[in-house]
Each structure stands twice: as structure tokens, then as C-alpha cells.
């Protein structure tokens, strides 16, 4: 017992030792944070826990701390433990998922989205959650997008400090940096920004000199950011204002200078579109530079910032601020608003579902409608993303604070993909019987492709289902089907054609060619049946091939050219007038006249025999009409042998062979 009292007061006298430096800390801290000085409650608050200030409180104020001056990933740490020490603070779960959210952690984003659900008060911030979440449920189709553009850091013109908001401008890049800053934000610990300029030197794509802007553009005790310029670059617009003191303005209003004749800026002024009560920022024109595009959290708008336009007037005076409304404004935050120079307005959000803190987004119109796109990957990330920036209608600058930049936001460039197109040729094979128009799956098919040339390419096998895909040029080929047991009758061409520049997509097109190769089987007859050629006509009593003839035959040349592991015998017939020997020797040369003709396009003599049968095969006996006559007077063909094979010819009823 005694043990426990003397733990006890030992406890107690440490305690008591660290109170008044804990106490002193937290209440510099918790100052600085209603004064909104946010840099310094984070180091009070640091001070406090060293010694010994509630941890749980410390790591909350140090977390809002961190969210409250724009550095949401950085509050992580600090809202799960405020978590995990059992905080009273109910916001922090719902913060604490926006900040899992910034990270990339979508999954425990949503736990902390669905327990503010059921355990917060704040009626604004359920439906905040409850959007939150429906807006995670799409994060895989964003992710999965089809991505066209290529990002890279401008490494030749950014620094440690911040570089954001780029716009192009008579060769020249202007942008926002807190580069040189000699004195320091209280609320960030970051330098104030200005406004440069960078000029290009023509040496590399991005080598050249920045420099600082006009001196009555630029202050030491206040930011500048976000210049714009008017399409005849007479006046300059940007936002100022935040200069972080006590008793200064805290907010931030949108100012225009002009140019004046030696060069310089006049003093820049306040434009009538600020309201003296909000914060209004991110100035940008239309490509005419009649509308006026930015974003403020003036009251009466959807929550947050909202983007809002004034029009220019007959008098060039701007007209009255309008709320671009719902599907634009959320509960979120829309700031950056850009008119691309196709005619799209781009802005970043929060509020519409994204990847994690700002994304990227565009407006839709189509048949009408209006929908909000996400730029997708890799425009957008889990970081802050935002101020997008057309050079021309396939590459521009946008801003990120995301990894591996480097310092805090930095300008990127991105590019569209160059158009690459994927031809994939689609080959099925079938097999029908002779005279038979059904077509059924042949498994396992030998395909050759072969060039207008005639050279073999590639053999490919198809599968069990009788398909195989082939990657191909553009250009002219012949698809050649071959299996045991099956004849082929005949090729299959295909054409593959390059599409034109207008019909392509950025990054990878695939366009699909289909292909069937149907082959014969090889059947099984009887005894004096045979493969009858159409349409092979004589002049009366000669034997010398027609052109109409030609036709039929250069079609025995294709097929002996398609399997040359046959060999044939071409028979020729007559009808039964005239006499049986005059009708033989007419047959045989009309037969040898045949052969002849396919020998001489190539096909080797020794792979095919020349038959006459005069008037000893009757089709139609007894004939009477011309029509029957021209029944027997036929030319056919039949297969002999197959490679080292010989196709045995049997009685009929019985299988006499295949063809």
C-alpha cells in the first residue's frame, strides 16, 4: 500500500513539474489558432506535448491546423491519433476520411465517412460524408479511364518553394511562386507569392530566366497569384490579398492593372465583382475576354467556393456576379475555372468525385445535358491538383503538390498521346460438307498468313473453339486454312486499312478484322461419282480452252496451289452422239487440253492426269433435249491420292474413297 501512495505523489509531482510550461504552450497555441496563425499553433502545440499537454487535444488542433492551412495530407497522422485517443471532437472522423481520402486511402476513407454518419450532429457535414461516400463508389471507373495525356514536371523552372497557376502569354509563361519571399506566412510557415514571368530562351523547350513582375504588381506583405491577361494584353487581373497579420484582411479580392505607355503597370485596383465579405480568387476570360470567370465563398452559394462569371457590359463595365449553379457548384469547394481554347470550361473540385483533395474536371454538353467529367489519371492524382492551362488543344501546364516534385506545388506539363493504332485480325475456323451450306467450328486449324507477295508471314494454330487473333500492318494478305482430313477450296483475303487521323483517339486504338476460313471435308462417295466443274464449255467438235473455261479452271489451279499434297485426275465426257471412238479421242484431248491449261499456271504435270471417257459415263441416258445432252458432255475431276496415299476406289454401296 505504501508502494502505491508513494507511485502516486511521484506521479503527482511530475505533473505538477511539467503543468505550467504545458499549460503556457497550450495557451500560446490555442491563440494563434483563433487568429488563424496556424504555422505557430503547430509549433506550440509541439511544444505543449513535449511537455505533457493532453495528447489527444494537441493532435486534433495540430491536425485542423494542418487542414485549416491547405496541407490536408499532412494532417493524417495527427486526426488518426486524436482517433485512437478517443477524441470529443465528432468532426475529426470526417476529416479525418478527407484526409485518408488525400492519401489515396479510399478504403479506410470511407470507415471514417460511414462512422461520422452515424455518430455526428452536423447536418451539413452527414450530407458532406454521405456524398463523399457515394462519390468513392466510382473511384475505380475514374482509375480505370482511359488515360491520353502524359504528364512531366517542369523541372528548368520550378524550385522548393511553391510554383502554381500558369498562363501563357505572347511567349512568355506567367505564373505564382513564393520564390524570394522575405517574409513568411504565419499561417503556412510559407513564403508570400508573386507574380513572374518566365521568358524562354530558345536553347531547350523549357530553358530561360524567371523573373519578378513589376513592382506595383507584386507586394512584400501580401500574396499575388493567378495573372491573367486580356486577349490585347492592356490589362492585367489577378488576385490579392491574405497578407496574414492580426488586424490586416484576411481575405483575398481580384484586382486589374493597366499597362501604360513606358511599359510599366499602373496601381493595380479592385474590381466591383469583389464582395468586401468573401474571398474571391482565381481569375480567368473566355477566349473573347467578355465573360469573366473566378470563385468565392460569398454568401447564398451551393457551400465552400463556388465558381461564379460577370459579364462585360456595352459600357466594358462587368455586370453583376452570377453563380454558375448545379451540376458545376457542389457543397465542395470549385475553384480554377478555365476556358480551354476548344470552347470547354475546366475547373478543380472537391466536391465532385475524385481521386482525393483537388482534381481537375471539365463541363460535358451533349444533346443539351450538362455532366461533369473527371480528366482522370495522370492529370489527376490523390494530391491537389488544379489551375489547368491549354497551350493549344493538345498539350498545356497544370499545378500539383503531388510526390516527387520538387517542393511544394509545382507546374507540370502534359501532353497528348500520339494516336497508336493496333489492327488485330480475328480468325475463325469452320468446316462444311461438300454441297452443304452449314458451317460448323473446326478445332485446332492450321492458318497461314500470307502477303501480296506471296511470302508465308506466320503460321498460327486456332484454339478449341476454332479462334486465334493475330496483330497486324495495314495492308493486303490471303489467310490459307489447312487440316488433315479437310480440303481447301479456296483463300480468304483481307485488306487492312490505316483510318484517318480524325477517326483516332489519343494513346491506343484497336481496330478488329474478322475472318472465317472455311475448309471442305473430305467426303466419302460412291463408286462413279465424282467433283463436277461448272460451266467448262467446247466449241463443237475442238478441244481449245474458252475464256469462260479459263474461269472454272483457274479455279482447280487455286485449289491444287491451296493443298499440295493432292493429286487429281481431270476426266472430260461427251454425250452420246457421234461414235464411241470418235467420242473417246474428242474426250481425251478435250481432257489433255485441260490439263494442259492448269500445267502452264504453275501446277506441276506429274500431280494431275488427263481422263477421257467418252460417252461411257452417261449422266442422263437416252437424252433428248440439249439440256440433257449438256448433263453428259461434263468435265470433272476426282482426288487420286492424298501425299503417299492412294484413294481406293471400291464397289458401290460400299465407301469408294474421299475427294
Given at each position: 500500500?505504501?508502494?502505491?501512495?508513494?507511485?502516486?505523489?511521484?506521479?503527482?509531482?511530475?505533473?505538477?513539474?511539467?503543468?505550467?510550461?504545458?499549460?503556457?504552450?497550450?495557451?500560446?497555441?490555442?491563440?494563434?489558432?483563433?487568429?488563424?496563425?496556424?504555422?505557430?499553433?503547430?509549433?506550440?502545440?509541439?511544444?505543449?506535448?513535449?511537455?505533457?499537454?493532453?495528447?489527444?487535444?494537441?493532435?486534433?488542433?495540430?491536425?485542423?491546423?494542418?487542414?485549416?492551412?491547405?496541407?490536408?495530407?499532412?494532417s493524417e497522422p495527427y486526426y488518426r491519433k486524436a482517433i485512437e485517443g478517443k477524441t470529443s471532437e465528432e468532426d475529426a472522423y470526417f476529416y479525418y476520411g478527407q484526409a485518408l481520402k488525400s492519401v489515396g486511402n479510399y478504403e479506410g476513407a470511407a470507415a471514417q465517412f460511414k462512422q461520422y454518419i452515424s455518430i455526428g450532429?452536423?447536418?451539413?457535414?452527414?450530407?458532406?460524408?454521405?456524398?463523399?461516400?457515394?462519390?468513392?463508389?466510382?473511384?475505380?471507373?475514374?482509375?480505370?479511364?482511359?488515360?491520353?495525356?502524359?504528364?512531366?514536371?517542369i523541372e528548368q523552372l520550378n524550385t522548393e518553394h511553391a510554383e502554381y497557376s500558369p498562363f501563357l502569354f505572347n511567349d512568355k509563361l506567367y505564373f505564382t511562386t513564393a520564390r524570394g519571399a522575405n517574409k513568411m506566412h504565419t499561417a503556412t510557415n510559407t513564403g508570400f507569392t508573386d507574380l513572374y514571368e518566365f521568358i524562354f530562351d530558345g536553347t531547350t523547350e523549357f530553358s530561360g530566366q524567371?523573373?519578378?513582375?513589376?513592382?506595383?504588381?507584386?507586394?512584400?506583405?501580401?500574396?499575388?497569384?493567378?495573372?491573367?491577361?486580356?486577349?490585347?494584353?492592356?490589362?492585367?487581373?489577378?488576385?490579392?490579398?491574405?497578407?496574414?497579420?492580426?488586424?490586416?484582411?484576411?481575405?483575398?479580392?481580384i484586382y486589374q492593372a493597366t499597362l501604360q505607355p513606358d511599359g510599366s503597370w499602373s496601381e493595380p485596383v479592385l474590381l466591383p465583382i469583389n464582395d468586401p465579405k468573401a474571398w474571391d480568387s482565381c481569375p480567368s476570360l473566355s477566349r473573347d475576354g467578355k465573360t469573366l470567370y473566378f470563385a468565392s465563398n460569398r454568401e447564398n452559394g451551393f457551400g465552400g467556393v463556388d465558381l461564379y462569371k460577370s459579364v462585360k457590359g456595352p459600357d466594358g463595365q462587368w455586370g453583376p456576379p452570377q453563380n454558375l449553379g448545379a451540376p458545376i457548384n457542389t457543397k465542395g469547394g470549385e475553384l480554377f475555372p478555365y476556358e480551354s481554347p476548344h470552347g470547354v470550361l475546366f475547373f478543380s473540385s472537391d466536391g465532385h468525385p475524385s481521386l482525393g483533395a483537388l482534381d481537375i474536371f471539365y463541363v460535358k454538353k451533349e444533346n443539351g445535358k450538362i455532366t461533369i467529367e473527371n480528366m482522370g489519371r495522370p492529370i489527376n492524382s490523390s494530391y491537389d491538383d488544379f489551375a489547368i492551362f491549354f497551350k493549344d488543344t493538345t498539350k498545356g501546364f497544370f499545378t500539383s503538390n503531388r510526390p516527387g516534385g520538387k517542393g511544394d506545388d509545382d507546374i507540370y506539363e502534359f501532353k497528348m498521346m500520339e494516336s497508336e493504332v493496333?489492327?488485330?485480325?480475328?480468325?475463325?475456323?469452320?468446316?462444311?460438307?461438300?454441297?452443304?451450306?452449314?458451317?460448323?467450328?473446326?478445332?485446332?486449324?492450321?492458318?497461314?498468313?500470307?502477303?501480296?507477295?506471296?511470302?508465308?508471314?506466320?503460321?498460327?494454330?486456332?484454339?478449341?473453339?476454332?479462334?486465334?487473333?493475330?496483330?497486324?500492318?495495314?495492308?493486303?494478305?490471303?489467310?490459307?486454312?489447312?487440316?488433315d482430313g479437310y480440303l481447301t477450296t479456296n483463300t480468304v483475303n483481307v485488306n487492312i486499312v490505316?483510318?484517318?487521323?480524325?477517326?483516332?483517339?489519343?494513346?491506343?486504338?484497336?481496330?478488329?478484322?474478322?475472318?472465317?476460313?472455311v475448309l471442305n471435308q473430305l467426303m466419302v462417295h460412291k463408286e462413279g461419282e465424282e467433283i463436277i466443274i461448272n460451266n467448262i464449255f467446247y466449241d463443237f467438235d475442238k478441244a481449245d480452252i474458252r475464256p469462260d473455261a479459263a474461269?472454272?479452271?483457274?479455279?482447280?489451279?487455286?485449289?491444287?496451289?491451296?493443298?499440295?499434297?493432292?493429286?487429281?485426275?481431270?476426266?472430260?465426257?461427251?454425250?452420246?452422239?457421234?461414235?464411241?471412238?470418235?467420242?473417246?479421242?474428242?474426250?481425251?484431248?478435250?481432257?489433255?487440253?485441260a490439263v494442259n491449261y492448269i500445267i502452264s499456271k504453275g501446277i506441276d504435270k506429274k500431280r494431275i492426269t488427263a481422263k477421257g471417257y467418252g460417252e461411257s459415263k452417261l449422266i442422263v441416258k437416252n437424252a433428248s433435249t440439249e439440256e440433257e445432252h449438256q448433263r453428259n458432255r461434263r468435265t470433272a475431276f476426282r482426288i487420286t491420292s492424298i501425299g503417299n496415299s492412294k484413294v481406293k476406289i471400291v464397289n458401290q454401296g460400299e465407301d469408294k474413297g474421299i475427294y
Open positions: 500500500m505504501k508502494n502505491i501512495f508513494f507511485l502516486y505523489f511521484l506521479v503527482l509531482i511530475l505533473v505538477n513539474a511539467c503543468t505550467p510550461k504545458a499549460t503556457k504552450y497550450m495557451n500560446l497555441a490555442k491563440k494563434d489558432y483563433e487568429e488563424a496563425e496556424y504555422q505557430l499553433a503547430i509549433d506550440y502545440f509541439q511544444q505543449a506535448l513535449k511537455y505533457g499537454a493532453p495528447e489527444t487535444e494537441c493532435n486534433y488542433y495540430i491536425a485542423e491546423s494542418y487542414r485549416r492551412s491547405n496541407r490536408l495530407q499532412e450532429t452536423n447536418f451539413d457535414l452527414i450530407n458532406r460524408a454521405k456524398t463523399e461516400l457515394a462519390n468513392l463508389k466510382v473511384i475505380n471507373d475514374i482509375i480505370s479511364k482511359d488515360s491520353y495525356y502524359k504528364v512531366y514536371n524567371a523573373r519578378r513582375m513589376h513592382s506595383n504588381l507584386n507586394t512584400e506583405d501580401a500574396h499575388e497569384a493567378s495573372a491573367i491577361f486580356t486577349p490585347d494584353g492592356k490589362t492585367i487581373i489577378f488576385s490579392r490579398g491574405n497578407d496574414g497579420s492580426k488586424k490586416g484582411p484576411q481575405d483575398v479580392d493496333i489492327f488485330n485480325l480475328d480468325i475463325l475456323s469452320l468446316w462444311k460438307k461438300q454441297n452443304d451450306t452449314t458451317e460448323l467450328v473446326l478445332e485446332n486449324t492450321t492458318v497461314k498468313i500470307i502477303n501480296d507477295k506471296g511470302d508465308t508471314l506466320e503460321t498460327i494454330v486456332t484454339d478449341n473453339l476454332g479462334k486465334a487473333r493475330k496483330q497486324l500492318t495495314p495492308g493486303s494478305y490471303r489467310l490459307l486454312g489447312k487440316k490505316k483510318p484517318s487521323a480524325d477517326q483516332l483517339k489519343p494513346g491506343k486504338n484497336e481496330i478488329n478484322y474478322t475472318a472465317k476460313v474461269i472454272e479452271l483457274n479455279k482447280i489451279v487455286e485449289l491444287l496451289k491451296n493443298n499440295p499434297d493432292i493429286k487429281i485426275e481431270l476426266a472430260s465426257h461427251t454425250d452420246e452422239r457421234g461414235s464411241d471412238r470418235y467420242n473417246q479421242i474428242l474426250s481425251q484431248k478435250r481432257a489433255e487440253s
